[in-house]
């Protein structure tokens, strides 16, 4: 049998490779995608057991992680919402703006690492960073630990979610839990995850052409593998400068965490999952509508003119990255107790 | 039979009726308040139907009813912290802060109106409000509806939960989809519902003392019915004025609404159900623990000193008010279209 596959796999390839356009673009795209898997991934050194889970969703709904007691995970990542909040970019603590677009929680546990220039290695060294910062949630990791450990109804939780530990209630163990809940907020079954499965049906003619042009114009360089995206670093404005209105001045992206040159505007490529109900787009949500942004990827990373037909045979393959939205229940929260530090509102 | 049981009736209503203290507190307690009924009830001129409380459950978590898409009901009203947030008063638009402590929507359907002055007659009128008010969602209803007709997800769900209308996408089925969700988020089966129903063990020695203190001492007065309160309008201060530390001056309750005289520092009464768990208290929030409000009542309303004892006790037994929790599964809302009205966070 083994010997007989050989040669006939010989002579497709050679048939195939003879020119790009002429291999068949499903046998291309899944080269270069993968569909998302059914299963959660596990998560390096930290262990799902099904209470860290639910753990991770009381915490990711709990605005008391906030130090206003107002503002949870899921305000600028809501599950309802494609994982956004479909702002240009995010409100926090004193109705503060954050200077960059929220990014979809939904399968970012997918992505290279987390925030718009990677500063995080993981999705519960992201979780910490919220918290903290001034103009989201504004909080400090010992009054967080404070608040939970006063809640009477948390304390059993984290220790089953944690067992063997004598103090699990630690703010490591907060950003564990929500990794492995956020592990879970998947969107799988998107029609291009079925046309990966072999399901040609499942792209229409107009959407497979778009595959093929974000094939063949060089989409892929940047958006590719299991989330169409997240794989890498890569500046914004590798051909022509997108403009200061869609690329602010002063975010020079991953040179803040770097420090080097040529990491200025340099940010990690955005997943393309659920791309047509995540806008607004680009790091600094500028621009709202998505073949408009298909065409400035075009000038400004390609040095192409994207066609008015390519640009929306190209959105309409977007479309197809859209999967089944994850089913949240609400948690019910743990009542605070008289020692629970009170919201800080101003 | 029925002529034997009458005289045991009439022998064992005289010995209960000699003096208040001997008649039996079970008995006492369900001449007074009744339990939480297991169905959802019927709202008039706005029947229920599958896809209406469907709908109603979309809007309420929708933030995109605000004029920011940042504020839902939910953040006010959190189904997950005993359907209110925690604060003293509300945060907002633009992080203004409201005037008044955020009321439970647990149960709000037993209430006899809405708001601490009642000013809206029912749950559709009440969730209006908080759409409009500058210090709130601050948007207006034509954008609202604009924005839900932009959505295209929305019209069909519109469409099944209003049958019959041309024109189902207004402000006025809005608020009717969301009362008649809010009418199912209902917490039956607390203790107290359990011991109402002859279950005497569903209270505890202490709790049960602590019941026919509040029998006894007038509490019954301004909280009754279903909803141990939310029955009528009161002054607060009846016998003592508590201070404008927890009654601001400048709020003069129901006075606002009516005009009238009598109505200066009126407010309805609040429901107890769940008060173990919607701290702080009082329409100015101000107080944080229960024990503490319970003797500001009995001073500022029933002008007696209630001892540290008997507010213990009090306190025990409204911690039996504390019911099921709704289990509400997050909606996947609909996503925008190119024509939905931009959010306005300024």
């Given amino acids: 049998m083994k010997g007989k596959t050989i040669p006939l796999i010989l002579i497709l390839g050679l048939a195939a490779g003879a020119a790009w356009g002429k291999e068949d673009v499903m046998n291309r795209a899944r080269g270069i995608f993968k569909p998302i898997p059914a299963k959660a991934p596990a998560m390096k050194d930290n262990p799902a057991n099904p209470a860290r889970v639910e753990l991770g969703r009381m915490l990711y709904f709990d605005p008391r992680l906030s130090a206003s007691h107002l503002i949870s995970c899921n305000t600028c990542h809501n599950v309802g919402l494609g994982g956004t909040d479909l702002l ?34 993981d999705l519960a060294a992201q979780a910490k960073g919220p918290v903290q910062a001034s103009v989201e949630m504004n909080n400090k990791p010992e009054n967080l630990v404070a608040t939970l450990k006063s809640i009477p109804g948390y304390i059993p939780i984290f220790k089953k979610s944690f067992p063997g530990e004598a103090d699990p209630v630690t703010f490591d163990n907060v950003a564990k839990a929500i990794e492995v809940f956020e592990a879970t907020l998947v969107t799988p079954d998107a029609p291009f995850d079925k046309y990966l499965k072999g399901n ?42 997108p403009g200061p209105e869609i690329r602010p001045v002063d975010d020079t992206g991953r040179y803040k965490v770097t420090s080097t040159a040529a990491d200025k505007y340099v940010f990690r490529s955005p997943s393309l999952r659920n791309v047509a109900i995540t806008m607004p787009y680009f790091h600094s949500g500028k621009v709202w509508n998505l073949n408009d942004a298909v065409k400035i990827m075009g000038s400004a990373q390609l040095g192409i003119k994207i066609t008015d037909d390519d640009a929306a045979k190209i959105t309409s393959f977007l479309t197809t990255l859209t999967g089944k939205q994850p089913k949240v229940m ?14 800080v509102t101003n």
Same sequence: chains 1, 2.
């Fill in 88 to 121: 240009e970019t995010s409100i926090g603590h004193g109705w503060q703006k954050g200077p960059r677009n929220s990014p979809t929680v939904l399968n970012a546990v997918y992505n290279i690492a987390q925030f718009w220039d990677g500063r995080a290695e």
């Fill in 200 to 241: 040609r049906k499942a792209l229409s003619a107009a959407e497979e052409q778009g595959l093929t042009l974000f094939l063949d114009k060089g989409c892929v360089a940047c958006h590719s593998g299991i989330n169409v995206g997240g794989t890498g670093y890569f500046p914004f404005g590798v051909k022509e400068d």
């Fill in 330 to 343: 609400h948690p019910v929260l743990p009542p605070n107790s008289d020692t629970t530090p009170r919201p």
